[in-house]
Nanobody, 121 residues
């Protein structure tokens, strides 16, 4: 079993900051990448930011310069620091991991349960 334990989220005013954390645990042979996705009502789930096993980071264009992803696959932790938050950042944020449970297993996606982030005055 693989578990992605998320923490953080909540309600903040526009321009404010929040931090999301996720720790991966369980039967993990190798982590390919760790990151955060989000899904707003009526919209598709989209990548927010991720870090690969090589330490490379990827960001959605809409969050570049405002959000910072840190942690890494070696630490099995990914942290998303969100600054200058906007109402359009409101969504359920999901931790995501792409990993192998054993050497011979295929790369598989796992998801956290999601945490609500609401930006409102």
């Amino acid at each position: 079993q693989v578990s992605l334990a998320e923490s953080g989220g909540g309600l903040v005013q526009p321009g404010g900051s929040l931090k999301l954390s996720c720790v991966a645990s369980g039967r993990i042979f190798a982590l390919n990448n760790l990151g955060w996705y989000r899904q707003a009502p009526g919209k598709e789930r989209e990548l927010v930011a991720a870090v690969t096993r090589r330490g490379e980071t990827n960001y959605a264009d809409s969050v570049k310069g405002r959000f910072t992803v840190s942690g890494g696959t070696a630490a099995r932790t990914v942290i998303l620091e969100m600054n200058a938050l906007k109402p359009e950042d409101t969504a359920v944020y999901y931790c995501h991991a792409n990993l192998r449970t054993v050497f011979t297993a295929p790369l598989t996606d796992y998801w956290g349960q999601g945490t609500q982030v609401t930006i409102s005055s």
